[in-house]
C-alpha cells in the first residue's frame, strides 16, 4: 500500500536551515504523472502548500516562500527532501508530505499524504 | 494574488445537511477538491474532480461546482463528521496548489 513518512529535526534554531526528508512505498517517483509535495499548517491554522515536485522532475515553489525552498528528489532511495532557509518562529508548523495524482497539466491533487511532523523554531 | 475563500464556520445539528462553500475565480476552469481533517490527524480526500467520491469515503458526503463556488455537502451529518473541512484547487496557471482557509464543522 501507498505510504509516506516524513523525517527531520523537531526543532531548529531561527536562521538554521530546515532540511526534512519525506520516505515513500507503495509507488515509484519515477511514476507518470505522480509526484510529491510538501504542505504545512501551523498550530492552530490552515494548511498551506508549499513546494512540489513531479517525475519528470519538474518543480513549482510557493510565491511567497520561492526565496527560501528547494526540493529535489533521489528516486533510487524513494525520498523526496525540502529545504527551507532561514528559519523563523513562525514556521513553526506540522510540515506534511503527500502524494501528487496529477490528471493533466496544471490539474493535480493529494491523494495520500504522511502523518506529519512538527517542527519548532525556537532559540 | 489567488486566494479560495471559504466560511470559517458551520454548524448543525445530527441529521441536518451542511454545505461549507468555496469561492474562487479560477474554479470554472479548475477542479476543486475537499479534504477532511480531524483533530491531531492528516488531512483525507473527501471528494476530488469536484463531485467524486474515492473508496471508503460514505455517500452521505457530495460535491458540487458552478461557476466560481464549489460546494461540499454532507448530507444528514453525523458527530463522527465534525472536522475542519479545507477546499483545495490549482491556479490559473497550473503551477501552483492552493487551500482554502478551512471550515470547522461543528455537528450537535
Known amino acids: 500500500q501507498v505510504t509516506l513518512k516524513e523525517s527531520g529535526p523537531v526543532l531548529v534554531k531561527p536562521t538554521e536551515t530546515l532540511t526534512l526528508t519525506c520516505t515513500v512505498s507503495?509507488?515509484?517517483?519515477?511514476?507518470?504523472?505522480?509526484?510529491v509535495s510538501w504542505i504545512r499548517q501551523p498550530p492552530g491554522k490552515a494548511l498551506e502548500w508549499l513546494a512540489h515536485i513531479f517525475s519528470n522532475d519538474e518543480k513549482s515553489y510557493s510565491t511567497s516562500l520561492k526565496s527560501r525552498l528547494t526540493i529535489s528528489k533521489d528516486t533510487s532511495k524513494s525520498q523526496v527532501v525540502l529545504t527551507m532557509t532561514n528559519m523563523d518562529p513562525v514556521d513553526t508548523a506540522t510540515y506534511y508530505c503527500?502524494?501528487?495524482?496529477?490528471?493533466?497539466?496544471?490539474?493535480?491533487?493529494?491523494?495520500?499524504w504522511g502523518q506529519g511532523t512538527l517542527v519548532t523554531v525556537s532559540s | 494574488s489567488y486566494e479560495l475563500t471559504q466560511p470559517p464556520s458551520v454548524s448543525v445539528s445530527p441529521g441536518q445537511t451542511a454545505r461549507i462553500t468555496c469561492s474562487g475565480d479560477?474554479?470554472?476552469?479548475?477542479?476543486a477538491y475537499w479534504y477532511q481533517q480531524k483533530s491531531g490527524q492528516a488531512p483525507v480526500l473527501v471528494i476530488y474532480e469536484d463531485s467524486k467520491r474515492p473508496s471508503g469515503i460514505p455517500e452521505r458526503f457530495s460535491g458540487s461546482s458552478s461557476g466560481t463556488m464549489a460546494t461540499l455537502t454532507i448530507s444528514g451529518a453525523q458527530v463522527e463528521d465534525e472536522a475542519d473541512y479545507y477546499c483545495?484547487?490549482?491556479?490559473?496557471?497550473?503551477?501552483?496548489?492552493?487551500f482554502g482557509g478551512g471550515t470547522k464543522l461543528t455537528v450537535l
Open positions: 503527500a502524494r501528487i495524482e496529477e490528471l493533466w497539466f496544471g490539474e493535480h491533487y493529494f491523494d495520500y
Open positions: 479560477a474554479l470554472p476552469k479548475k477542479y
Open positions: 483545495y484547487s490549482t491556479d490559473s496557471s497550473g503551477n501552483h496548489s492552493l
Open positions: 507503495g509507488f515509484s517517483l519515477s511514476n507518470a504523472r505522480m509526484g
